[in-house]
């Protein structure tokens, strides 16, 4: 659906004096092509920050700013469909003896441009982690690599089993776009991480809010987007090793990519890439957890190919992990969970060990996706991406059956089988009057689910189909924006009752929208407000659940007549960036009619067990509101303050109350030193942070079996440098130490709060080796 | 033939965005390994051999339909009877009998008999697993001075921590049954 969509931007910068005593003569002109089908883009915005001067290209591509005081300037250029790309221009008053030369031959600065075409509603906060700082994340799952993003927290079941939550949202309500593809794993579960590795990404955005009209439904929380590089297309040969190992755990990262064009073979790339883990059991400062290792093999290979206008792209991945669920988790009754609770600490008791015994989950993915596109001459492209996923997941349970014969067999005790295919087509249309420009979509999703085991949730078959269309229009400094979709799905599930087959089928439609303007004022100054609308159809397991949760204690039963939860959504932000300061602040307010949750019931439910407290899935009116603030601040030379702020208040504005499992507030800052050079060592630095996470006061009554966890506190300290061995060879190091002080502490959102404390120190050492272009 | 070639193709193409499995063709039903879905407590009076059972059903297991039988434990004051649990999973063909597992794998599980107060019922293990441990699949219940309250029934799977201590392992089984000492 989404790739990468190189275009070129030449920039002629050249100063002229005409013999007159104004300096303010300098210009900057140039062209903006597409790389691959060389023709001109009319209707980009180039912008020179910090004044009042901002042009388009006309219909050639061409664009020119004159009577530009000599100094230096920040060129912004910003096409629609394109993310925005930003270069410092330094102007220089020519001398005298250049007058008689071709401008060309004194000032001409070929800057060749690479802007990353993205699909990303323009009017949405988009933060990005890529370069040094998705490097220190490296060796890390990908819940807990987002985790540094303002607005976004995640969801843990013990440390190794992480899920992002944005703005309070998580699971369903939060999609996921690996490499253009809609992920499709059983999300619903609490404990079921995002399948992805994430060293097959060099950036990783996430949209936050809603953006169902370009992504398709259940994006009410927001988008992650998991995007690899561009394949080096007529490259050499280039390559990367890292390795990354954590004393916590004992855990070792290795992984690698080499990629390159093929001699002879004009147009074509390919890349292959490989990851493995290791991992032992995880600590906290005062005991080790047991049966908490890791083991994972992952390995992606991806070949395209470009002519002209024509472009395809192959990619293949295979995520493959072993992940052990600390024992002490398991529990059978309420009075298991209360003991565990008094007694402050896991009952089971372990050293440190690499084998992953039972409960553990076993869970492979694979994908297999081919996108191609075509641009024709007069403006227009089209893209078509067809995508399948298999999702396996083996659970096995803590104990095996108790007839030996069935228990040699070693069965998991739950197995889900997914198997989705999906296509998207879409349609950029030329921008009509070098102004508007637009795309139109469909897609489609096939899925069927097969599960065997203990009861949980239902076969399904699932169809689902989305059309939509966006447009946006550009004038002076405003930019506008909207789109609407539609989408219908039909659900049919089958499942057994007594021994009888007992199938249901549902339908499910609705039309989402979204609306949104930017404003770039004068200066640094720029300011964004979107509102949009998505939409979730109930998942099977709010459908169907029927039985004891015993992660949570709690019996949960769906209900089938539940129908959609709609989102209204709005998001405002304004950003001021200058050289030394920025500082984004943005406000949300999402209104969620009939959000489905797990409403307690005032009877508890009796199973042989003993009486469980009794949970049914219910639709309700929730809001979620919150600001998040980041800032940075370059106070002395080398020195820089980074801070950012998360709040967030969650309500269910039907019942008054408020709601469970919503992250705390926090407040996140980092103290940076930089040395461009020390020695042999580039681009040095050292760092110290603090991570302050509050209380969740906010919870309803006699919701849980103990009380949010307090307020903590987290120390960790980072210092890293690249070293050149060649021109075409370096070596980046980083070393890093998290929760430098051990701190004893649990957190909200971590499902094993009950059991255990959460993980203790973990320094870290990273090695990327990097060779060729 | 060019029109047949383009039908090939539009057919080929539409292939692509269809699947055809159907997830109903392939449903099993639930395989839940730990069900116990009857609980029935035999207590048998030393000297007359009067025997009396109460009884927890559940026949669908967790969820769906409520539980079916939950009887209160009516005893005699001051009377000893030997007391005798069966565990059934009634939900499998044939059904499977739990009890019998338990004897196999005595050494992971122990049965706990909690009576509140404690003054109702006094409760002596009579059985012993390969490791000297108590089991509780056989015993002497004394039923003490007339009065009501509860008697908590406990089977706990204890794999490889078994330690004659109620505290390793999780509950299998955890009824409170109604009793009635009189």
């Known amino acids: ?773 | 033939m060019n029109r047949k070639l383009t039908w090939m193709l539009l057919f080929g193409i539409a292939a692509l965005f269809t699947q055809c499995k159907d997830s109903g063709d392939e449903v099993e039903a639930d395989d839940e390994n730990e069900l116990i879905t009857s609980v029935t407590l035999t207590f048998t009076e030393v000297g007359t051999g009067a025997v009396t059972t109460f009884a927890y059903k559940d026949p669908d297991g967790d969820g769906g339909n409520a539980p079916t039988k939950f009887d209160t434990i009516s005893l005699k004051a001051n009377t000893s009877y030997t007391l005798t649990p069966a565990f059934l999973d009634e939900s499998k063909t044939p059904i499977d009998d739990i009890t019998a597992e338990i004897k196999e794998k005595a050494y992971e599980h122990l049965l706990v008999y909690t009576p509140n107060p404690t003054t109702l019922l006094t409760y002596a293990y009579g059985d012993q697993d390969t490791n000297g441990y108590p089991i509780g699949l056989t015993g002497t219940a004394k039923a003490g001075a007339a009065g009501t309250g509860t008697l908590k029934v406990q089977l706990r799977h204890q794999p490889n921590a078994k330690n004659g201590t109620i505290t390793p392992g999780s509950d299998d089984v955890n009824l409170d049954f109604n009793l009635k000492v009189k």
């Open chain 1, 1 to 773: 659906m989404k790739k990468y969509f190189y275009i070129c931007l030449i920039i002629l910068v050249s100063s002229l004096s005409h013999g007159q005593n104004s300096s303010c003569t300098c210009f900057i002109k140039g062209v903006i092509r597409d790389l691959h089908s060389g023709q001109p883009i009319a209707g980009a915005t180039i912008l020179l920050t910090g004044t009042t001067n901002g042009v388009f290209t006309d219909e050639k591509g061409k664009y020119e700013i004159r009577n530009l005081c000599p100094g230096i300037y920040q060129l912004e250029a910003r096409i629609v469909g394109y993310s925005t790309y930003k270069q410092t221009i330094d102007l220089i008053i020519s001398h005298e003896e250049n007058f008689t030369l071709l401008e060309q031959e004194v000032h001409l600065k070929d800057v060749e441009i690479t802007a990353q075409r993205t699909d990303a509603p323009a009017s949405q906060p988009l933060t990005t982690l890529s370069g040094n700082d998705l490097e220190q994340t490296r060796g890390q799952t990908l819940g807990e690599s987002l985790k540094g993003i303002s607005g976004v927290t995640s969801m843990q079941t013990g440390s190794s089993i992480s899920k992002p939550v944005i703005h309070g949202l998580h699971s369903n309500r939060v999609l996921i776009m690996n490499n253009g593809v809609r992920q499709e794993g059983q999300q619903w579960g609490s404990e079921h991480a995002p399948e992805i590795d994430p060293f097959v990404a060099t950036r990783l955005s996430v949209i936050k809010g809603a953006a169902g009209v370009r992504y398709g439904s259940d994006a009410i929380g927001g988008v992650i987007l998991v995007e690899p590089e561009e394949l080096p297309f007529n490259k050499t040969l280039s390559g990367e090793v890292n390795l990354v190992g954590f004393t916590n755990g004992r855990q070792g990262v290795s992984s690698s990519t080499l990629q390159g064009g093929i001699k002879g073979l004009p147009g074509f790339g390919w890349r292959a890439q490989g990851t493995i883990k290791q991992g032992g059991n995880i600590r906290t400062p005062n005991y080790f957890l047991d049966n908490t290792g890791i083991s994972e093999k992952n390995f992606s290979l991806g070949a395209g190919y470009r002519n002209k206008g024509f472009g395809i792209d192959l990619f293949y991945s295979r995520f493959d992990t072993k992940i052990g669920i600390f024992s002490g988790s398991h529990i059978g009754s309420i009075t298991d969970l209360l003991n565990v609770i008094n007694n402050g600490e896991p009952f089971v008791k372990s050293g440190f060990s690499y084998t992953i015994g039972r409960p553990n989950q076993n869970v492979t993915h694979d994908l297999l996706k081919a996108e191609t596109h075509y641009n024709f001459q007069n403006g227009n492209r089209l893209q078509w991406t067809i995508a399948q996923q298999v999702n396996h997941r083996n659970e096995y349970d803590l104990h095996i059956p108790r007839n030996d014969s069935i228990a040699a067999l070693n069965h998991p005790e739950l197995t889900f089988k997914l198997n989705t295919l999906t296509n998207d087509v879409t349609w950029d249309h030329k921008p009509i009057a070098g102004k508007i420009a637009g795309q139109i979509g469909v897609s489609t999703l096939y899925q069927y689910n097969l599960m065997t085991g203990r009861p949980l949730i239902p076969n399904f078959n699932q169809f689902n189909i989305g059309v939509f269309w966006i447009e946006r229009y550009v004038k002076n400094d405003w930019e506008f924006e909207a789109g609407l979709r539609y989408d219908y799905r039909t659900l049919s599930t089958h499942r057994i009752v007594s021994r009888q087959k007992i199938s249901n089928h549902f339908d499910f439609h609705n039309g989402s929208g979204t609306i949104g303007a930017t404003r770039n004022f004068t200066g640094n100054l720029s300011a964004r407000l979107n509102a949009g609308t998505a939409w979730r159809a109930p998942n099977v397991s709010e459908l169907f659940s029927d039985g004891v949760h015993h992660g949570a204690a709690a019996f949960e039963k769906g209900d089938s007549t539940l129908h959609p939860e709609k989102a209204f959504n709005s998001i405002a932000s304004i950003k001021y960036a200058s050289e030394k300061l920025t500082i984004e602040i943005g406000g949300y307010f999402n209104y969620i009619k009939d959000f489905i949750y797990l409403k307690p019931q005032p009877q508890p439910i009796l199973t042989v067990r003993g009486a469980f407290p009794y949970f049914k899935y219910t639709q309700t009116d929730a809001s979620f509101k919150g600001i998040d603030i980041s800032a940075a601040w370059q106070f002395v030379k080398n020195f820089s303050a980074t801070s950012k702020l998360s709040y967030l208040k969650a309500y269910d504005t039907r019942n008054d109350n408020y709601l469970v499992m919503i992250p705390a507030n926090r407040w996140d800052n980092q103290l940076k030193y930089e040395i461009p050079l020390l020695a042999n060592l580039h681009n040095v630095f050292f760092s110290v942070g603090n991570l302050w996470v509050a209380r969740q006061k906010r919870v309803p009554p006699k919701s849980d079996f103990m009380p949010p966890p307090a307020a903590y506190s987290l120390w960790n300290i980072q210092a890293g440098g690249t070293i050149h061995l060649s021109a075409k060879q370096q070596l980046e190091i980083g070393v890093s130490i998290q929760n430098l002080f051990n701190t004893v502490y649990r957190d909200y959102m971590n499902r094993f709060r009950y059991y255990s404390d959460d993980i203790g120190r973990n320094a870290s050492l990273r090695l990327k080796w990097k060779f060729g272009a």
